[in-house]
């Protein structure tokens, strides 16, 4: 269960609820990484894509593209239209390839740094500091109750729950 936008959403293993970082945000971050490493083609359109298994029980509004692996083909089949050269394709292939991480220390290091972030997020927010823009998070009052909020809204849409 989750939405679009919020930070974590909840799955439900035997009756046991678990939080896991939302996927389209996951998802939206992987995109920019790819852009930077990408700049070159700047014709490259990224299609995001969100999968789960068939033994998911998805129960979330999202304008996103969230579906069932069995629906993955037909999802990418929509898109046919040709941006890139076949050349372009192994180019970016190889690039994207040499990227990978192997090195198992650097994959630890990269694992620390973002529980780093996470870490830091979470003093800035104890602070009342937003973490997106450094402005002050406040209380206010929604739809669906209190929640935490950037003070420079709608400029900045950070929220957490309380």
């Not at 700049?39 to 129960?59: C, G, H, R």
């Not at 650097?106 to 979470?122: C, N, P, S």
């Not at 104890?126 to 109750?145: F, Q, T």
Request: hydrophobic letters at 30%; glycine letters at 6%; charged letters at 30%.
């Amino acid at each position: 269960m989750g939405d679009e936008y919020g930070e974590y959403w909840t799955q439900v293993i035997y009756k046991r609820k678990e939080k896991l970082f939302n996927p389209i945000r996951q998802n939206y971050g992987h995109i920019q990484a790819l852009k930077q490493n990408l700049q070159e083609y700047p014709e490259l359109n990224y299609v995001p894509i969100i999968v789960f298994s068939i033994n998911a029980d998805l129960k979330i509004k999202t304008n996103t593209r969230v579906i069932y692996t069995v629906k993955l083909l037909k999802t990418i089949k929509e898109f046919t239209a040709e941006t890139i050269t076949e050349q372009q394709k192994e180019e970016i292939y190889s690039k994207l390839l040499a990227l990978n991480v192997r090195d198992k220390e650097v994959r630890t290091q990269h694992v620390e740094g973002i529980h780093k972030k996470k870490a830091d997020v979470a003093n800035q927010v104890s602070a009342n500091i937003c973490p997106k823009c450094g402005g002050e998070l406040i209380m206010r009052k929604g739809k669906y109750g209190d929640f935490t909020g950037c003070k420079n809204y709608p400029k900045c849409r950070f929220t957490i729950s309380n």
